[in-house]
């Protein structure tokens, strides 16, 4: 038995110069060779596809920039795409705007969708522990996004990407520990417990005990004297 055509509705398609195979819709389907073909976020949170031509030229497209492309007309230098419901990956035609890439950081941090911190705030502040495990629950959940979690915890969205596609963050439990575990940690290294005890015990992986025990990480955070709190100063 044939299979049914697939229909898209209310949807207009254009051929995409070079890549003639692959057709883009003015709601943001991509289709190669009439079936429709995924796309995938990235860092950024816009969705991009990758186009290939006889298996060689391979071309990595935004998906809302080669709409507009596409429909409207190319962009100059200096412009972006901006999404109006300030969601990136609700790709149509009527909620696209083009602006300058000056007035489009401008109008960002005006209405405070720019949770990333300003160049002069150093850099941005790591999770947590409980933040991590929270997070990935949250997540998990299907209950929420990762727009909304970046509002949440007041993280830019790369910085939520990452930690969710298992970039940044990566092992059991891995986040930023408290210097009171960390000092207990290095209290039972030192009094000679097992690795997997440890590891067990904090939820950490062995690759972050390591850090620990080498000060790689932690490296100011020292054991308590007489109940005194002790920091290095490398």
């Not at 990235?42 to 969705?47: K, R």
């Not at 007035?103 to 705030?121: A, F, I, W």
């Not at 993280?155 to 970039?167: A, K, V």
């Not at 590891?199 to 850090?211: C, K, R």
Request: net charge positive.
């Amino acid at each position: 038995m044939s299979k049914e055509p697939q229909v898209y509705p209310r949807q207009n398609f254009r051929v995409v110069p070079g890549f003639e195979n692959y057709l883009v819709g003015d709601r943001g389907t991509v289709l190669s060779c009439g079936v429709q073909i995924g796309t995938e976020c990235s860092a950024t949170g816009y969705t991009h596809v990758i186009l290939c031509k006889d298996g060689i030229d391979r071309k990595n497209a935004q998906v809302h920039r080669l709409m507009v492309e596409l429909f409207w007309r190319k962009l100059k230098k200096g412009e972006v795409v901006h999404h109006i419901n300030h969601n990136k990956s609700d790709n149509r035609m009527d909620n696209f705007e083009i602006r300058t890439l000056a007035n489009n950081t401008s109008q960002t941090y005006k209405d405070g969708l720019n949770h990333g911190p300003k160049m002069s705030e150093g850099k941005q502040k790591r999770f947590t522990l409980d933040e991590v495990n929270e997070i990935k629950a949250e997540y998990a959940s299907g209950e929420t996004s990762m727009m909304k979690l970046s509002v949440k915890y007041d993280r830019n969205l790369s910085s939520m990407f990452f930690l969710l596609n298992g970039t940044s963050y990566v092992g059991p439990g891995a986040g930023r520990m408290s210097c009171d575990k960390v000092r207990h940690v290095r209290k039972l290294l030192k009094e000679g417990a097992k690795d997997e005890t440890i590891q067990e015990i904090f939820n950490i992986s062995a690759a972050s005990l390591d850090n620990i025990r080498t000060r790689r990480s932690y490296k100011k955070v020292n054991l308590l004297h007489d109940g005194v709190k002790i920091y290095s100063n490398d």
